[in-house]
């Protein structure tokens, strides 16, 4: 089975609709889909894939609740899977980390180049209809390598061969906008806010391997290093996890629960400014 790109172009995505074992899953807001939505895309509340454990937010749900979701969507072991949203590709992004965790082949994964705008934006149809796939069986086997929790962290504060990357705005970076019990960012942390990945004047695709390129190395982001993406609750950081990615990065992880996790720990250092 060829592999999928991790970044598919609308006309890509266009020629590949008739594909056996292809899903498409629509993760725009649950009032956008009924009126029109990629033809054979199905739907996925974004909280399907979250937990929430107030304070702390965005954490990995059960593995049996994935399981159910997943079969639900029709993902079974040789599905390739193409995720789209609204808003540039937090969500879409999130559910493809969230697969990859779950155990689904990295090669079997694709983010839609700016999402349902995008694929407007270039003239290609929607329908109306629902789509409800058949069930599938699928089966939770966790890969622990693109997570990385809190414990890992406070294990590797000092690597040097470790990249903290900080995706949320400058302000919520320094400490000025606090959204946690504590405000500031990870000691060590590097900051690159999840927006400036996004092109606003190519309907929210990426921006080309170049201009990316040059935002990461300056801040020591390259690709011999393990990097590790948060957000506030790895939502915007999957964005980011996933940008590495396709820039072929191999050593990236995610940390679900993030700011909301370390911020409102009572014990985890933290830096501001």
Known sequence: MNALPRLLAPVALAERLTEENLRIVDLTPAEHYPSGHIPGAVF????????????????????????????????????????????????????LWTLQ????????????????????????????????????SFTYRYDPGPVADREYI????????????DARSPAEYAGIDVRAARGGHIPGAVNLDWLELIDR???????????LRALLDPRGITPE?????????HHRSALTYWALKVLNYPLVKGYPGSWSDWGNAPDTPVETG
Request: glycine letters at 10%.
């Open 44 to 95: 996925l509340d974004y909280a399907d894939i979250v937990r929430h454990q107030p304070p702390v937010m965005g954490l990995l749900p059960e593995p049996a609740h994935l399981e159910a979701v997943f079969s639900r969507l029709g993902i079974g072991p040789d599905t390739r899977v193409v995720a789209y949203d609204h808003e540039g590709g937090g969500r879409a992004a999130r559910l």
């Open 101 to 136: 965790v779950a155990g689904h082949p990295l090669e079997q994964l694709a983010l839609l180049d700016g999402g349902i705008h995008a694929w407007r934006a270039e003239g290609y149809p929607t329908e109306v209809p629902p789509v409800i796939p058949p069930v599938t």
């Open 154 to 165: 406070l294990a590797h504060l000092d690597d040097p061969h470790l990249v903290l990357l």
């Open 201 to 211: 004047t190519r309907d929210l695709r990426l921006k080309p391997e170049g201009v």
């Open 225 to 233: 290093k393990t990097i590790v993406a948060y957000c506030q609750t």
